[in-house]
């Protein structure tokens, strides 16, 4: 996915910026960058930061940069932030968000003046320079960026840095966040809302759908109303989320424990396990409401190896994922041997690193393992966020068994297949659950799944599990 920081203050604001974009680290694995401007114009660094964390990379660039105003972020995919000048004049630009219509888009700023973009190295242009293009093909970057939210099919939140200062843009449905710090003397935004709290800065606003602001350090002036319609990712409470960070006021970590505790009550009666785990690290928190509401106790039954294999930088091929999976949870087999194990995963996507680790608590002496996945089941490819590696739906565990059942498939048979009162939908976990070896197999429900969580249905978006926008 990504994520990114800004700072708008009246001091050097380099190592903050240094710090709240680190505090992002969490939603991507391979491109760090950040850009500051101040009395000597713009500076800019970007590093690779597949096998070594953010914060090693950009030790070095903090003690030569300089400036009062500064953006950065983490990226999965292009390099950013990009440096631009136009006849807006000179900017820097960061973004998180998915575009759907590239092609599209690309066809109509080349028959609209641009000759040509940079080519990645994936033979893909960069999204952020493409968005660049667009807004500037309007008079002010306040239109500019108007016509981005307007244009782009998918989802599309940036950050904007000219020397006066900051421009923050919400996506147009508001599908993932943007929150503003203040401290005296600057302000800050932000993907994640606790990336600035250790830097001194408390909650301003939260910026709502489609609003855009101008930072500076002297304050924030809306330059778009927000508007009402929203569709905020609602995984993003269950997986991608960190656990100190709210959404729409709602905080990840509780509402986790609500999601465990009604996976907790529908289990109720049904199943005696002797402890509930949860796969570190998302599946923790959900493990612990499941453990609070049933009264069965919290255990570790295997540990997360963090000092070489922290999620944040994960290769990107899926063989290397699955084996670093492997090697980082590491069994306690007095915890597993001759004991009945209730396991709660943030997820099933492919089911590949599940099926691995149920073998290993087997294989450990576990009698039962039982799996509560914190989400409903994943029928459908995110169309708004880069939240997933996958190329194809078919890459999706329940996909592939909906395919071995039934074939091609209508939109009506899915919508069956998402139903979890149907036939349908209970074949299909039955299927996963002698696929994977799991002793038991429930899924969280989306209508609890949406409790969890607490704010409007409406407002939620659950594509990837429905298949409604």
């Known amino acids: 996915?990504?994520?990114?920081?800004?700072?708008?203050?009246?001091?050097?604001?380099t190592l903050e910026l240094f710090y709240g974009i680190d505090y992002h680290s969490h939603l991507g694995t391979r491109r760090g960058g950040m850009a500051v401007c101040g009395e000597h114009g713009f500076q800019r660094a970007i590093h690779n930061i597949e096998n070594s964390p953010f914060r090693t990379k950009f030790e070095r660039d903090v003690e030569e940069m300089e400036g009062n105003l500064g953006i950065g972020c983490i990226s999965d995919y292009e390099p950013q932030p990009l440096l631009i000048q136009s006849h807006l004049g000179s900017f820097a630009i960061t973004t998180v968000g998915k575009i759907n219509n590239m092609e599209q888009l690309l066809s109509y700023v080349y028959e609209n003046g641009n000759t040509h973009f940079q080519e990645m190295s994936s033979g893909q242009v960069n999204a952020t320079e493409l968005i660049a293009a667009l807004i500037c093909k309007k008079d002010s970057i306040v239109e500019g960026i108007q016509y981005v939210q307007e244009i782009v099919d998918g989802s599309m939140t940036l950050l904007l840095m000219t020397k006066e200062g900051l421009y923050a843009a919400r996506d147009r449905y508001g599908r993932t966040p943007l929150v503003i710090g203040h401290k005296e003397g600057a302000y800050c935004v932000s993907f994640e809302s606790f990336a600035y709290i250790n830097l001194g800065y408390e909650d301003y606003k939260e910026l709502g759908p489609a609003e855009i602001v101008f930072i500076d350090p002297d304050g924030v002036k809306t330059l778009c109303e927000p508007r009402e319609e929203m569709r905020i990712c609602s995984f993003l409470w269950v997986y991608y989320g960190y656990p100190t960070s709210s959404y729409e006021g709602v905080n990840v970590e509780e509402m986790r424990y609500k999601c465990g505790g009604m996976l907790a009550e529908r289990d109720r009666g049904n199943v005696s396990p002797d402890v509930v785990a949860g796969v570190p690290?998302?599946?923790?928190?959900?493990?612990?409401?499941?453990?609070?509401e049933s009264g069965i106790p919290y255990a570790r039954p295997f540990i997360k190896y963090t000092p070489t294999w922290p999620r944040s930088f994960m290769p990107t091929h899926q063989s290397q994922r699955n084996l670093i999976a492997r090697m980082k949870l590491i069994p306690v087999k007095a915890l597993i041997q001759n004991k009945k194990l209730l396991l709660i995963d943030d997820s099933i996507v492919r089911g590949t690193q599940l099926r691995e680790t149920t073998e290993f608590l087997y294989a450990s002496g576990a009698k039962e393992v039982h799996v509560r996945p914190a989400c409903p089941p994943l029928l459908y490819g995110c169309k708004y966020l880069n939240f997933s590696r996958?190329?194809?739906?078919?890459?999706?565990?329940?996909?592939?068994?909906?395919?071995?059942?039934?074939?091609?498939?209508s939109q009506e048979v899915l919508d069956d297949y998402a139903d979890p009162c149907s036939k349908r939908y209970a074949e299909m976990l039955e299927a996963i659950r002698k696929e994977q070896n799991f002793t038991t197999l429930r899924y969280h429900r989306l209508d609890d799944l949406k409790k969890s969580i607490g704010i409007s249905p409406c407002k939620l978006c659950t594509y990837c599990f429905n298949g409604k926008e």
């Open 1 to 13: 996915m990504g994520g990114f920081f800004g700072v708008a203050s009246k001091n050097n604001c």
């Open 281 to 292: 690290d998302s599946g923790v928190a959900h493990a612990i409401g499941y453990a609070n």
């Open 390 to 409: 996958s190329k194809s739906e078919m890459d999706l565990i329940t996909r592939r068994i909906i395919k071995d059942r039934e074939g091609d498939v």
